[in-house]
C-alpha cells in the first residue's frame, strides 16, 4: 500500500501539471495569436503608407511635370490637390473602418 505523503505528492504534481497546461491553453496561445494578428496588421500599415506615399508623389510629379498651367503664379496648387487628394483618402478610411465595427 502506497503511503499518505506519495499520494499527497503524486495529485500536488498532478495539480501542477493541470495548472501549467491550462496556463499555456488559456494564456499563452491567445498572446501568441494576437501577436501574430498585430505583426501582421502592422506589416500591412507600412506597405499601404508606402504605397500612398509614392502615388501622392506621383501625382504631384505629375502635375509639376506635365501641366503647364501650374508653372508661373500657381505653383501652389498641386500641393494642393494632392493634399485634398491625402485628406480625401483619410476620410474615406475612416469612414470605412467606422463601418465595419
Do not use: C
Not at 1 to 8: C, E, F, L
Not at 26 to 37: F, H, N, Q, S
Request: hydrophobic fraction near 50%; charged fraction near 15%; charge should be positive.
Amino acid at each position: 500500500m502506497r503511503n499518505n505523503q506519495d499520494i499527497i505528492t503524486e495529485k500536488f504534481n498532478e495539480l501542477r501539471a493541470l495548472t501549467i497546461s491550462y496556463a499555456k491553453q488559456e494564456v499563452r496561445d491567445p498572446i501568441t495569436a494576437l501577436v501574430k494578428w498585430v505583426s501582421l496588421g502592422l506589416l500591412g500599415m507600412i506597405f499601404i503608407i508606402t504605397g500612398i506615399t509614392f502615388a501622392s508623389l506621383g501625382l504631384l510629379r505629375l502635375f509639376q511635370s506635365e501641366i503647364s498651367f501650374f508653372n508661373n503664379s500657381f505653383s501652389f496648387m498641386p500641393y494642393l490637390f494632392v493634399f485634398i487628394a491625402l485628406i480625401s483618402i483619410a476620410v474615406i478610411s475612416i469612414k470605412a473602418a467606422r463601418r465595419h465595427r
